[in-house]
């Protein structure tokens, strides 16, 4: 496909439940982002991959949220023993530029993971 | 500590009449702002983007404002259209230091016929 897609779009998951969210960036975009955002809120950065790298895991806010690039393409976002505060919409993002050049920074949005922890 | 804000969260324009979004930032270090435009239930899509180096950056009805002294910035839509109601976020990025882009909170522009 032409953008980002991410599966699945929604999800249901139980307290104490492991998901795992899907992305699949634009094909030969190097960069990768994960970004989570609460109802109301902006986007918050979670984590980066360069390639099958992570060079960036600040924003990840537990050790229950854990993200993979093996293969330097698809990305998966997993998340063990989910907890209610965990709900939110999980976006992922491409880029084809690499750090610190301007097509790093413009970023192509999928249309998000929404999680529900109930 | 939010780092870039949008302190309105919805602002009503009138079709063909100019829309004013608005964006402050405190951290110094941030070189390059972005805008995107979220429609529900999709992604967030890149619209317009400005470095620090310049102080405005137009794209067709789209132009940026960037006020480096007041950590300050303003999306203008020339004219403003029905399909720009959207919610509109800011975000910032530092080069060389973080890979994250940094995003406010969003306005939400309604353009009314």
């Known amino acids: 496909g032409a953008g980002v897609s991410q599966s699945p779009r929604y999800k249901v998951a139980k307290r104490g439940q492991d998901v795992a969210l899907r992305c699949d960036p634009i094909s030969g975009h190097v960069s990768l982002f994960w970004y989570q955002q609460a109802l109301g809120q902006g986007p918050e950065f979670l984590t980066y991959?360069?390639?099958?790298?992570?060079?960036?895991k600040s924003g990840l806010p537990s050790d229950r949220f854990f993200a993979e690039r093996p293969e330097g393409s698809v990305s998966t976002l997993k998340i063990q023993r989910t907890q209610q505060e965990d709900s939110a919409v999980y976006l992922c993002?491409?880029?084809?530029?690499?750090?610190?050049?301007?097509?790093?920074?413009?970023?192509?949005f999928g249309p998000g993971t929404r999680l529900t922890v109930l | 500590d939010q780092q870039v804000k949008q302190n309105s969260p919805s602002l009503s324009v009138q079709e063909g009449r100019i829309s004013i979004l608005n964006c402050d930032y405190t951290?110094?270090?941030?070189?390059?702002f972005l805008w995107y435009k979220k429609y529900p239930a999709e992604g967030p899509t890149f619209l317009i983007s400005i470095s620090s180096i310049k102080d405005k950056n137009e794209d067709g009805r789209f132009t940026v404002f960037l006020n480096k002294s007041a950590k300050h910035l303003s999306l203008h839509i020339v004219p403003s259209q029905p399909g720009d109601s959207a919610v509109y976020f800011c975000a910032a990025s530092a080069t060389g230091t973080a890979s994250k882009l940094t995003f406010g909170t969003g306005t939400r522009l309604q353009v009314t016929l």
């Open positions: 991959f360069q390639n099958e790298a992570q060079l960036d």
């Open positions: 951290n110094s270090m941030f070189d390059y």
């Open positions: 993002a491409s880029s084809r530029g690499l750090a610190g050049s301007r097509e790093y920074n413009e970023q192509f």
